[in-house]
């Protein structure tokens, strides 16, 4: 068995012995899986400001836009398992409570559920991993996410296990792969010019950046990626003050 623990300055502190904390036994639909968690004395550093910014912005019609041009749509696997799923709920209808046929007919639903679940976490974490690799720093906006869920930005609602995404798989794997992330105020990202700052308003109807003064055209949520990741870079700044704590500055 191995452990890998977060960024490589960590690793090779990890040499200290794990405690078992907690063996929990969990029931999933494919059956009992025990889950331990151990824990070990050690000093993580945490990660440093460092290499290439990436800003990422979240929307509905890309599920993500960075601030390098990148556009990820929500991806197309998961629809035959939404399809199985909802012909499995629809039948549910038709059998009789209690009866021996609805409860095997649960258990199928409950294990397409583990499925989607799986799949979909699978799918994050590599997501997370892509976006890593091309970044020394991960910004994201700063949104409520159970907020977005209730309609706010519409009829169509986020993928409901993104605000996971965002909040805690890719924070995990930034953390992992030694990338700094950060997340930053979320207010107006879309109705600023990434080039010049000038605020340029536009309603959610228009998904083109457009700014004559300056010559700035591209796709709405790049340039909202892209105001996100100037924002990230500028609160690093701030928080290091006049430079002499150094060392994040290096380019990779
Ligand atoms: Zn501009």
Not at 233 to 250: F, L, P, S, T
């Amino acid at each position: 068995m191995s452990f890998n623990l977060g960024n490589q300055a960590a690793a090779a502190r990890v040499s200290e012995r794990f405690t078992l904390k907690q063996a929990r036994v969990v029931r999933k639909a494919s059956g009992y899986f025990v889950r331990l968690s151990f824990e070990a004395e050690v000093d993580i550093p945490a990660v440093m400001p460092h290499g290439h910014p990436l800003g990422i912005d979240v929307g509905l019609q890309y599920l993500l836009s960075t601030s390098n041009g990148e556009q990820v749509k929500r991806p197309r696997f998961f629809n035959p398992l939404h399809r199985k799923l909802k012909l499995l709920q629809r039948r549910l209808k038709k059998k009789q409570r209690g009866s021996a046929n609805r409860l095997q007919l649960n258990q199928r639903i409950a294990r397409v559920h583990q499925r989607l679940g799986d799949a979909r976490k699978d799918w994050h974490f590599k997501l997370a991993h892509h976006l890593c690799n091309s970044a020394g720093m991960i910004f994201v906006e700063d949104l409520d996410f159970r907020i977005m869920a209730k309609g706010m930005l519409g009829k169509h609602t986020l993928d409901a296990g993104f605000g996971q995404f965002v909040n805690q798989t890719l924070p995990w794997v930034c953390f992992k792969r030694d990338v700094y992330y950060a997340k930053v105020d979320a207010r107006g990202t879309s109705q600023e010019c990434p080039d010049c700052g000038t605020q340029v308003r536009k309603d959610l109807s228009v998904r083109l950046h457009q700014y004559l003064e300056c010559g700035s055209t591209k796709p709405r949520d790049i340039a909202a990626a892209q105001v996100i990741s100037t924002r990230g870079q500028r609160g690093i700044e701030n928080a290091c003050g006049d430079g002499k704590r150094g060392g994040w500055g290096h380019s990779a």
